[in-house]
């Protein structure tokens, strides 16, 4: 039994060196309190991923990112789904879309705890998937295709489905019910084994590390060259931690004084959908249980087209007013989803005195 301890002591040890990620990437007091709760965060769902999410005869849905778990710009609109997943087996995907506004299922080999990685293999949204006259679907993964509705093709290395449910206001839209089952069905029990229990607890420090790493490289890119503006990016690099191809991610990094206000203008383009949000400085989604944080494109007012938004650090009278919540920095990200153009917003810090004097 020893030798069971020293893995666990060696899990300790390494998510305490896990420390210097938030240590040596941050400049303050309020960045390296959210940091550590970042780190806590992260260990709660990758441990629920690995220890209660792995089986491989009863495949299950899980959340990687919600309310209080938040992992490189999780989209306050959205409900995500995680399934762990073996290419060797078979998987149905079924149930009803809801009020679903989009809706996407991806196959992915997540590498978070090995490179920080998220390479996609196949995918498919809802407007290309056939669905009968309830809303109901259903959604093969196979190596094969044997002409079933809606498909998506497994790789060698493929290990887990993402889906994407955004919804035009997440707290009174009816939540699609998907779920996953194997073709075919095992009622076989599992004891964790001495082996699972060293390879989860791997694992789960790795993808902590992995994630915190993956993003501390891209907010210091947002910082160096992308401060307070929104511009396009390298979208491939955005893709290789597991954004979806539907989406254009413009993201960028805030810091702005008490008096000022950052004015973000730009013209829609036609898409599906499109959202702007508020992070702190670990890219996570500031709390928009209780605070405006966001907005999209049934939530915003527009003008001809023409969206502006005003940033504050508090709640003013201002058009399409966000806040952020007290944070003098962090992140920020405004998606197009479905757009066949790319407009790149203007930002512009005005101090809210001339602003006021403006209006």
Not at 168 to 183: C, Q
Not at 187 to 209: C, H, P, T, W
Not at 326 to 348: D, F, N, Q, Y
Request: charged share 25%; aromatic share 10%; hydrophobic share 35%.
């Amino acid at each position: 039994m020893s030798s069971i301890l020293n893995d666990w002591e060696k899990f300790c040890d390494e998510l305490k060196a896990s420390g210097k990620l938030i240590t040596e990437n941050s400049d303050n007091e309020v960045h390296q309190l959210e940091g550590f709760r970042y780190l806590l965060r992260l260990l709660r769902l990758s441990t629920e991923m690995y220890f209660e999410h792995s089986s491989i005869n009863h495949p299950s849905f899980y959340c990687l990112s919600h309310e209080t778990g938040k992992i490189g710009a999780d989209n306050p609109d959205n409900h995500y789904l995680n399934a762990n997943i073996n290419s060797e087996m078979k998987y149905r995907i079924y149930g009803d879309v809801g009020d679903v506004a989009y809706l996407s299922f991806g196959l992915k080999e997540n590498r978070y705890s090995i490179d920080g990685t998220m390479i996609s293999h196949d995918e498919i949204e809802l407007d290309n998937m056939i669905t009968d006259e309830n809303n109901s679907f259903e959604l093969i993964l196979s190596k094969e295709n044997n002409d079933y509705k809606n498909f998506l093709k497994l790789a060698d290395t493929s290990n887990m489905l993402i889906v994407r449910q955004t919804y035009k206001d997440k707290t009174t839209d009816k939540r699609a019910n998907i779920n996953i089952e194997l073709l075919e069905p095992s009622d076989q029990s599992e004891l964790i084994s001495r082996q699972q229990f060293n390879q989860y607890l791997n694992a789960s420090m790795g993808f902590v590390k992995g994630t915190v790493e993956t993003f501390n490289k891209w907010v210091a890119i947002f910082m160096k060259d992308h401060m307070n503006a929104l511009p396009l990016g390298d979208q491939s690099y955005f893709q290789a931690a597991g954004g979806d191809p539907e989406i254009q991610y413009h993201h960028g990094y805030y810091s702005f004084a008490e008096d000022e206000c950052l004015v973000i203008k730009a013209k829609v383009p036609k898409c599906s959908y499109w959202n702007f949000q508020l992070e702190n400085h670990w890219m996570e989604s500031l709390d928009y249980r209780h605070h405006k944080i966001h907005l999209n494109n049934f939530s915003a007012e527009l003008e001809q087209e023409q969206l502006v938004i005003h940033v504050t650090h508090s709640p003013k009278d201002l058009k399409n007013n966000l806040i952020t919540c007290g944070h003098s920095s962090g992140a920020m990200l405004l998606r197009w989803v479905g757009a066949k153009e790319s407009i790149t917003p203007e930002t512009k810090l005005i101090k809210l005195d001339e602003l006021y004097d403006e209006n």
